[in-house]
């Protein structure tokens, strides 16, 4: 068997969103916490009893009982990169409001089963907290909107492949969220040593890289992060679990109460 890329340590682990999901589950469900974490334990949780486990989740993710739009605080922690709005008349640069296409997405209101999804997919399979500043680069952000609402700093870039490093360094993100191929580039050697101390999570967007590639991330990017990835609704890695070279996917949590199932 290859040994696992990376596997996180206790602390890591028990300070994790799903880690505190699986104790607070534990009185009404057959879940032992007693021994090690395990995604599959979780997994089990829900497809035991999937109405109760969502109304548990609900109140945990702050996730309303009816259509709403996000409840976000008063100064919303979203920041667009300079980057993101090159395109824009210069006048619109030194605008702090963020571009119209966003703000509607922002203002629209987010169907129950849809956020609640929303927010399994980023508290637990993503392991967004309060205190995390994520870099999103290359793609639209709209999925990832719900982490506002529990104070999660989100970053909107459009930068280069070549500058994702650079710029998670200088923004001290802690979870990089970019397409597949952008890290798969970024994974080399560099002439400069980055700042990357912050960094816990790295999250490939569109499915996962090939096995070499994400040895490379461990070798060139940080060899203590997180490495998932995810596309549409399967995600590969979890926050609880080892990273493997060859990840297998799964169905993300919660979803079959998006389609009814």
Same mark, same amino acid.
């Given at each position: ?44 949780a829900i497809a035991a009893d999937p109405p109760a486990a ?7 993710? %702050? !996730?309303?009982?009816?259509?709403? !739009? ?27 409001? $963020? ?38 680069? %290359?793609?639209? $952000? ?29 923004? %001290? ?33 569109? %499915? $996962? ?34 990273? !493997? ?17």
């Open positions: 068997m290859t040994a696992p890329l990376f596997a996180p340590d206790p602390e890591r682990i028990a300070s994790s969103n799903a880690w505190a999901l699986l104790r607070s589950l534990a009185p009404t469900a057959a879940v032992s916490t007693d021994g090690p974490a395990v995604w599959s334990a979780l997994r089990a969502a109304a548990a989740f609900t109140p945990f993710a %702050g !996730c309303p009982a009816a259509p709403a !739009c996000l409840i976000l605080p008063p100064a919303p922690p979203l920041r667009l990169h300079p980057l993101a709005v090159r395109a824009a008349p210069a006048e619109d640069q030194r605008s702090t409001q $963020p571009p119209a296409t966003l703000a509607a997405a922002l203002a629209r209101p987010w169907d129950p089963a849809h956020q609640l999804a929303a927010r399994a997919a980023l508290l637990l399979h993503a392991d967004l907290r309060p205190d995390d500043v994520v870099l999103l680069a %290359g793609l639209p $952000p709209d999925a990832w909107l719900p982490a506002l609402t529990s104070g999660t700093t989100l970053i909107v870039s459009t930068t280069t492949p070549a500058a994702l490093l650079p710029l998670a360094a200088e923004t %001290g993100a802690t979870v990089l969220a970019a397409p597949a191929g952008w890290i798969a580039a970024a994974a080399f050697p560099r002439p400069d040593r980055l700042h990357l101390a912050a960094l816990r999570s790295v999250i490939a967007l569109g %499915g $996962p890289m090939a096995p070499a590639s994400r040895a490379r991330v461990y070798a060139w990017i940080k060899p203590d992060v997180m490495l998932l990835a995810q596309a549409g609704d399967r995600w590969w890695g979890n926050p609880l679990s080892p990273v !493997c070279a060859r990840p297998v996917a799964e169905r993300a949590l919660f979803r079959d109460a998006m389609s009814g199932r």
